[in-house]
Each structure stands twice: as C-alpha cells, then as structure tokens.
C-alpha cells in the first residue's frame, strides 16, 4: 500500500502573497525557504507518492484569469522537477469560498480516486500544508496534517470544525522544511504510557521531539514543579497524571511516578540509531549540579547529593534519591548525579535542570544518520 503526500501549493511548496493571496505574476513568486533541499530528499529517499492539492480562487474566471496563473504554475512545477520532484497528480480546484464545492479544499472531491482504494495508505499518509483547511482535508481524508503554521487565522472561515477539535489530527506543526524531512524519515518519539497498581494510577504522555510543554499533576505540588523542568529544559512535551495514595504518605506516588517516566523513554529510544546516546550538567546560583546519562540499555545510579532539610514543600527529600533510582531501572540508563550548595530548593532545582539539558543532548538525533553508538552493534 502508498503512502502519500498531499501537498499544498500556495504557502506550502511557494509563498503566499498577501495581500490578494493571488500568484498571478512573476513579481509575486518566491519560493518558501529550504523546500527545495528538503524537498528534494524526501522524493529521493523516502517511498511517499506526491500529490498536489491546490484551491485557486475563481481560476478562469475575470477574476483570475487562465493565461496569469499557467505560465507562472508551469515554473514551478518545471523548477521542482528539475530537482527530482515529482508529482504523481496535480489537483486544482477553481472554485470560490461561498461556492461551497465538494472539490475545493477541506472538501475530498478531487481526491476520490485514493479513498476506499487498497492501493493506498491513506491513515499513514499526511497532507503538508499552511492552512487550517489543509488540517480540515486530513481529517476528512482519514489521515494527519503537518502544519506550517505562519498565521493561523488563514482558512478559518471555511472548517466545519472547531481547531481545538483539529489537533489531534496534527502530527507536525513546524514552520521549517528541515523539521518536516526530519519527521518523516525518524518519526516523532511520542509514547502514552499507564501504569497501574493497587497504590498507584499513573498515564505518562512524552513527546522527545516536543518543544517544552508540560501539564503535569501528581497531588505534590513540589514535585510537579520539578517535572515542569524536565519538560521546559528538555524541550520534550510530557503530561504526568498520577493518582497514588498520599493518604498514607508519598512514596509510592513519587517512586512509581519515576518507574512510570522511565519505562516511557525506554518505549520512545527503542530505536537509538542517530542518536547522542550520553548527556551532562549546570549551574544554579550558588549550586551546581552534575547529571552524567547513558542510555545504553543498563540501568545504574550513582548519587553524591545531601540535603539538610527533611522536605522540601510537601516532598520529603530522601524521594530524590529514589525518583532517579526508579527512572533508571525503568528506562535502562546509567546516572551519575552530583551537586553542591547551600539553599535546598536551588540544588534540587538544579539538579532537575541538569537532568533535563542531560536528556536533551542524549536523545539528540542526526537524520542523516543510521550510525549506533556503540561497538557492540546493539543497544
């Protein structure tokens, strides 16, 4: 079965040109940053079919006239075939917004030929584009959407859905060329993780590849301030909801919240090729910490840090020690963690900070690359 890329045109492949968001001369036409570099690699070496889905407002009409829109399309598309890019089929709608066409985009007419057809991959496929009706047409086609979101008002006025209603549908959003190549060669390292007990109730949601959101509650408000970090400096996207018993105390809730976070990353750095592999360390006002990760596919710990307060806001400070113990174990990763300082709060802050710039530089990834870092050829 294909998989395909159904591909805007207009703020897509070239850029808009605002304010009539009509290419009708030579003067408007630029094309959009790196496309034709990213481009280019993806015909070469990924197996995608490329389609392109275009609306043309009132195309052949007074309007917008056949002879300003032909000489300038045919350029384009001569100037991406001469760097290898293909198209299997070009579909133009000519409609206007309140014709309200099935053919024009988010509507599937033109595209009737992949849907229901066994030839085709549609759930694995992806429609590449800048507007929010080209999220609108990958829910309608039964696929995902990468977002080169530049402003996301354009299109609005012609979904059926609400964009909250739309996200899950967005695989990508990402104004660079480069982060699109980069995503369908590798792939997001995203996972939703549960683990359940009769003492605790955890969902861990991880993106590696995110940009830093976190939402994030476990019931201690101290340690949901210590995962914000992990989020925020990893630039990993993470949701933690825990439910443990914290009427009796704590510790299940911290420690299995640390299994949980573990065995997530071990689930999205199953494939470790083109990665770092190691990461390390940072200061915070009069503290620094140390954090040293391997994630070579043993779990060791070791920890050289002392608090002198019994707790920290509501989390006992002997936790620490086995929150990172637990993550571990769990993602089958070496940590050597060390930190010196006088204010608590700052070293244990710090400490999490470290782990998370660690983690960032660990799981960094070279596309370009299928390189293992290890002599041993497996990790």
């Known amino acids: 079965m294909k998989r395909i890329l159904f591909i805007d045109r207009d703020g897509t492949l070239i850029n808009e040109a605002p304010p009539t968001y009509q290419l009708d001369s030579f003067d408007k036409l ?6 034709f570099e990213y481009m280019g690699r993806i015909a070469r070496e990924l197996d995608y079919e490329l389609v392109m889905v275009t609306n043309q407002d009132g195309l052949g009409t007074d309007a917008f006239p056949e002879d300003t829109f032909w000489p300038l399309h045919n350029l384009v598309m001569k100037s991406l075939e001469g760097e290898g890019i293909h198209f299997s089929a070009v579909h133009i709608d000519r409609s206007f917004p309140h014709d309200n066409a099935p053919t024009r985009k988010p509507g599937t007419g033109m595209l009737t030929q992949y849907l229901n057809n066994p030839a085709y991959d549609i759930a694995n496929s992806f429609v590449i584009g800048d507007r929010i009706t080209d999220v609108q047409l990958a829910k309608n086609l039964g696929c995902k959407a990468i977002w080169l979101n530049q402003d996301p008002n354009l299109g609005a006025g012609e979904i059926k859905d609400k964009v909250a209603e739309l996200r899950p549908v967005i695989a990508l959003e990402s104004t660079h060329w480069s982060t699109i190549y980069e995503y369908l060669k590798l ?12 003492e605790t109730q955890i969902k861990i949601e991880l993106n590696v590849d995110g940009s830093g959101k976190g939402a994030i509650y476990t019931g201690l408000g101290f340690f949901d301030h210590m995962l914000d970090q992990i989020a925020r400096h990893g630039k990993m996207d993470l949701t933690v909801r825990s439910n443990g018993d914290l009427h009796i105390d704590e510790h299940h809730t911290i420690e299995d919240t640390g299994i949980a976070l573990g065995e997530a990353f071990a689930q999205a750095l199953a494939d ?17 910490a140390k954090v040293l990760i391997d994630f070579g596919g043993r779990n060791w710990i070791v920890w050289n840090a002392e608090f002198k307060r019994e707790r920290i806001g509501e989390m006992p400070t002997e936790m620490f020690f086995h929150f990172f113990k637990s993550f571990s174990d769990a993602a089958r990763c070496n940590l050597n963690i060390e930190c010196h300082g006088d204010n608590e709060h700052h070293k244990i802050e710090a400490i999490f900070k470290a782990f998370a710039k660690a983690i960032r530089m660990a799981v ?3 596309p370009l690359s299928n390189y293992l870092p290890s002599t041993k050829g497996v990790l």
């Open 30 to 35: 630029t094309f959009y940053p790196h496309m």
């Open 187 to 198: 792939g997001l390292r995203r996972v939703i993780h549960e683990r359940n007990t009769n």
């Open 272 to 288: 470790k090729r083109g990665m770092e592999r190691y990461g390390f360390a940072l200061p915070m006002d009069e503290a620094d």
């Open 364 to 366: 960094k990834r070279d």
